[in-house]
């Protein structure tokens, strides 16, 4: 069983329609949850952490909100430019807690 | 600031034959990892180091061997590269906050290796 579930796999915007990623998870103690942005070809690249549930951050168009069992990463107005992979990683209490990412949502926005 | 840095950035090998990975980290991270992205798949953890000197197995450590001799640099290596390691792998790093892993990742560009 999956600790860390994305959905949509693939998700395809027009520029200016927002909507939301969503990243269900199951661990028995959540030390923080994170998102990270990937480029083709590139290395995913870190945007939020997130502790504990009501907790939200932002950066740009980009707002990611915890719950007990899920991340909502939401996306409004995008843009072309925010075509990207967006991973969810959790990292447990446990030993020397590292990460363990989703398989990502695909996104592409289209002018 | 070079961040983290892979080499080499492309390698086709036969089976059989084997090669070492390097990454380099210019942040004085105590962490690195080594992962491997396959479609699919998603990321998952080959091996990891918690600092000089110090080795542990990931999610996916059988066919890999990692060291780390000096605090900046961690090596991947195949000894016997088989087709089933044809993937991408990732190199990161990070650092400490309050005597654990921030868990916030810097990755490398990506090595994309072949075994045919």
């Known amino acids: 069983e999956d600790q860390v579930t994305q959905s949509p796999e693939a998700l395809r915007l027009q520029e200016g329609e927002s909507s939301s990623l969503n990243c269900s998870y199951t661990?028995?103690?959540?030390?923080?949850l994170f998102w990270y942005r990937q480029d083709p070809g590139k290395g995913p690249e870190f945007l939020f952490t997130?502790?504990?549930a009501g907790e939200e951050k932002e950066k740009e168009r980009l707002k990611a909100t915890l719950t007990k069992k899920e991340s909502f990463l939401h996306i409004t107005a995008p843009k072309p430019e925010d075509s990207a992979t967006y991973l969810c990683?959790?990292?447990?209490?446990?030993?020397?807690?590292?990460?363990?990412f989703g398989k990502g949502t695909m996104l592409l926005v289209s002018p | 600031n070079a961040g983290v840095t892979q080499t080499p950035k492309f390698r086709v090998l036969k089976t059989g034959q084997s090669m070492t990975l390097l990454c380099a980290q210019d942040?004085?991270?105590?962490?690195m990892y080594w992962y491997r992205q396959d479609p699919g798949m998603g990321l998952r953890l080959i091996h990891y180091?918690?600092?000089?000197?110090?080795?542990a197995k990931g999610e996916v450590p059988d066919g890999y061997n990692v060291s780390r001799l000096k605090k900046q640099n961690f090596l991947l290596g195949l000894e016997s590269a088989a087709p089933s390691q044809t993937s991408v792998y990732f190199c990161?790093?990070?650092?400490?906050?309050?005597?654990?892993?921030?868990?916030?990742?810097?990755f490398g560009e990506g090595s994309r290796l072949t075994v045919l």
């Open positions: 990161a790093s990070s650092y400490l906050a309050g005597g654990s892993n921030t868990g916030e990742l810097f």
């Open positions: 661990v028995s103690g959540l030390r923080g």
């Open positions: 997130l502790y504990s």
């Open positions: 990683a959790v990292q447990e209490f446990l030993g020397y807690s590292t990460l363990t």
């Open positions: 942040m004085n991270h105590e962490y």
């Open positions: 180091s918690v600092g000089e000197g110090t080795t």
